[in-house]
């Protein structure tokens, strides 16, 4: 399984971006889609993740700028930015958990390769 994350870049303060992250290979279903990023010298963070049902859940510094929606018929998750601020830039990765047999209820995690983020003037 291979996710492949696009959609970063330089935007100004209170500007917006959408990134995407699309999922190819072996896969039965996607299960949970999360987006994480780490700044410099910083500890990566989990930003959203949605079920495959649609329930989301955001961290406290996103919330109310950022919606992470999904198109399970593509296997690819979105994440749509609004009101960017500087403390937003980072490297923007997603993480899928992903059931790739129809026999087996089991789940792998797999990682993009990352995606950067830069918000200044």
């Known amino acids: 399984v291979q996710l492949q994350a696009s959609g970063g870049g330089l935007v100004q303060p209170g500007g917006s971006l959408r990134l995407s992250c699309a999922a190819s290979?072996?896969?039965?279903?996607?299960?949970?889609m999360g987006w994480y990023r780490q700044a410099p010298g910083k500890e990566r963070e989990r930003v959203a993740t949605?079920?495959?049902?649609?329930?989301?859940n955001y961290a406290d510094s996103v919330r109310g700028r950022f919606t992470i929606s999904r198109d399970n018929a593509k296997n690819t998750g979105y994440l749509q930015m609004s009101s960017l601020k500087p403390e937003d830039t980072a490297v923007y990765s997603c993480?899928?958990?992903?059931?790739?047999?129809?026999?087996?209820?089991?789940?792998?995690?797999?990682w993009g390769q990352g995606t950067q983020v830069t918000v200044s003037s």
């Open positions: 993480n899928y958990r992903v059931r790739s047999f129809s026999w087996s209820r089991s789940e792998d995690a797999y």
């Open positions: 290979g072996r896969i039965f279903t996607v299960n949970s």
């Open positions: 949605i079920t495959k049902g649609g329930t989301t």
